[in-house]
C-alpha cells in the first residue's frame, strides 16, 4: 500500500511505517477471520472505523474482490494518528473504497446509510458511547459488527460494549487468546451477529456508555 501525504520515514507520532503498524494493527489471526467472515457472509456494504496501518483494510479489499460482486466499502479516519493528514491512497485499496475524512463520532451521527458489515477500530476513547447507534441504525439486520480493543486495559469504555452484549443477549463472541509470542490478541476482538429473531434489532443509542 503506497502512502500519501507521508513521504517521510515517520509519521507524525514520530513512528516509522513499520512501528506504527507493530502498535495499532490488528493481529493477524483475527484479520484473517475478519477477511473469512466477509468472504463466506458475502458482504455487500462494508464500514470500516479506523483505517491505520491498513492491514484490516488490505485484507477486507482482497475478500471483497474475491467475491467478486460490486460492493460499497466506506473507511473513516479522521487521520487523528498523523495530525488530520491522509497516509493513504484509496485508489490503490479497491475500486470500491471511499474514504471518509471524519470523525467517528461525526460521521456515524450523520450516517443514514446502513451496512451488513461494520469493523470498528478508530475513537476508541469514544465509540462506546454510540455503540447502541452503530447497532440499530447503521448494521443490517443480518449483518455482523467487529469490535477490536474491547479487552484493551488503555480502554476499560470499550469493554461496555461486552457488556451490552451480555446484558441485551445479543449473540457474539469474543476472541483473546494468543499462542503466539508476537500475538496481542488479548486486546480482544468482538464479533457481535445481529441474527434475525435472536437479537434486538434496536437498541438505546447509549446501550454500551459507562
Ligand atoms: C488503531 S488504528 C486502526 C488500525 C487498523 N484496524 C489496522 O489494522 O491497522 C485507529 C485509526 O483510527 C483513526 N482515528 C483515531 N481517532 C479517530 C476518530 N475520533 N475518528 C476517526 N478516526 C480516528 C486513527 O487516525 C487511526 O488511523
Avoid at 152 to 180: E, V, W
Wanted: charged residues 20%; contains cysteine; aromatic residues 8%.
Amino acid at each position: 500500500m503506497r502512502r500519501a501525504g507521508c513521504d517521510a520515514s515517520e509519521n507524525a507520532m514520530g513512528m516509522t511505517p513499520e512501528a506504527y503498524t507493530q502498535l495499532v494493527a490488528i493481529d493477524d489471526c483475527h484479520i484473517e477471520l475478519l477477511a473469512a467472515l466477509v468472504k463466506a457472509h458475502k458482504s455487500r456494504s462494508l464500514l470500516e472505523l479506523g483505517y491505520g496501518s491498513g492491514r484490516s483494510a488490505a485484507a477486507l479489499a482482497r475478500a471483497v474482490a474475491a467475491n467478486a460482486v460490486p460492493v460499497r466499502y466506506d473507511i473513516v479516519d479522521s487521520w487523528a494518528d498523523n495530525q488530520g493528514r491522509p497516509w493513504a491512497e484509496p485508489g490503490s485499496l479497491s475500486p470500491h473504497v471511499r474514504f471518509h475524512a471524519a470523525t467517528e463520532e461525526a460521521f456515524v451521527a450523520a450516517c443514514t446509510d446502513r451496512y451488513d458489515f461494520i469493523l470498528s477500530d478508530a475513537d476508541h476513547a469514544g465509540s462506546h458511547k454510540w455503540f447502541g447507534r452503530v447497532y440499530s441504525r447503521l448494521l443490517e439486520e443480518g449483518g455482523i459488527l467487529a469490535c477490536h480493543d474491547v479487552l484493551q486495559p488503555d480502554f476499560p469504555n470499550l469493554f461496555g460494549i461486552y457488556k451490552a452484549c451480555l446484558k441485551y443477549q445479543i449473540p457474539h463472541m469474543l476472541f483473546h487468546r494468543s499462542t503466539l509470542a508476537e500475538e496481542r490478541c488479548q486486546r480482544g476482538l468482538l464479533v457481535v451477529f445481529k441474527t434475525p429473531g435472536l437479537a434486538p434489532v434496536e437498541l438505546p443509542d447509549d446501550a454500551a456508555a459507562i
